[in-house]
């Protein structure tokens, strides 16, 4: 850990009055979700267009049903399973100090279960079924009922099971439309981003004195352009990640350095 780093961190949050929080898929390692950039070739295994656009996965479905229910079951069943680790409740105790808005862009909705209230969900949340015409929330699902989902999906793909029992079982789960109007809530590649929550996390993000960024590669726009934002409109970024990042990088993972750097800073 390069010690300057550290305490230009720990002053910079000590004389900060807004901060935002800017997650990816690292903070939620910890919690037994993979990072599918991490995760061995996931996306080899599983190409974005055909698995992670909604007209690709509405064709594959059709041509390879096996594949895209696995798809699937790898995404819903560590999120099913997780709980928030140390990084997500430092987060929380941070929130009781200073102002903070958390801006993830996870789906797996682990900071609203350590009890972040200021949250903005780029990327919306598998846990929430949405009706795409108005918008509106049509169902939230507790992390069991994905699991009910996981376990109709394990039967099918380990062909215990025909496609017709699964969707009679899955009908019992999920809030189905035929139309095709009820969707996970989630943003996949191509998709806009939901227009309100993005103003919101955008307005956070000029305000903030400093940005922290914890475990993101910023390979995925328009997210990623937000600690650039946050610099050129004066804020300090700090990045939280195990591999080596510009600007004042704290090597580690966020279960620890998190819990360490709030301790240090309040
Ligand atoms: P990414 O996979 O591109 O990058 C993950 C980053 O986390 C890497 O820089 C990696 O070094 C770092 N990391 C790994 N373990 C860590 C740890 N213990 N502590 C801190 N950092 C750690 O993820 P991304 O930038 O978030 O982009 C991928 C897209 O896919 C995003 O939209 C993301 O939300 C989504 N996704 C979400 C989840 C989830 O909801 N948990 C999981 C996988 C992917």
């Not at 479905?61 to 995404?75: D, G, I, M, R």
């Not at 200021?118 to 992390?143: A, M, N, P, W, Y």
């Not at 929550?197 to 910023?218: I, P, R």
Request: aromatic share 8%; hydrophobic share 40%.
């Amino acid at each position: 850990m390069d010690i300057d780093n550290w305490l230009t961190a720990v002053l910079a949050l000590r004389k900060a009055k807004r901060v935002v929080v800017f997650t990816g898929a690292g903070i939620s390692a910890e919690s037994g979700i993979p990072t599918f950039r991490d995760a061995d070739g996931f996306w080899q295994r599983f190409p974005p267009e055909l698995y992670a656009t909604w007209n690709g996965l509405l064709t594959t479905v059709l041509t390879k049903p096996h594949s895209v229910a696995e798809f699937v079951l790898n995404v819903i069943e560590p999120v099913a399973k997780a709980e928030p680790n140390a990084g997500h409740l430092a987060i929380v105790r941070m929130e009781q100090r200073v102002k903070t808005t958390v801006i993830t862009q996870n789906i797996d909705g682990l900071h609203q279960s350590a009890g972040s209230t200021e949250l903005q969900e780029v990327h919306g949340s598998l846990l929430e079924v949405v009706d795409t015409s108005t918008g509106q929330l049509v169902k939230r699902f507790e992390r069991d009922d994905l699991m009910r989902i996981a376990d109709c999906l394990h039967q099918y793909t380990s062909r215990q099971q025909s496609a017709e029992t699964l969707l009679l079982e899955l009908q019992q789960q999920y809030p189905f439309d035929w139309m095709g109007r009820h969707r996970p809530n989630v943003v996949l590649f191509g998709d806009g981003l939901p227009e309100a929550v993005w103003t919101k996390a955008c307005e956070a993000v000029v305000e903030c004195d400093v940005l922290l960024s914890v475990g993101t590669s910023g390979a995925v726009y328009p997210a990623a352009m937000l600690p650039e934002n946050a610099k050129a409109a004066g804020a300090t970024v700090i990045t939280i990640d195990p591999k080596p990042r510009h600007g004042c990088w704290l090597e580690g993972d966020a279960g620890t350095v998190l819990p360490d750097l709030i301790h240090d800073a309040y």
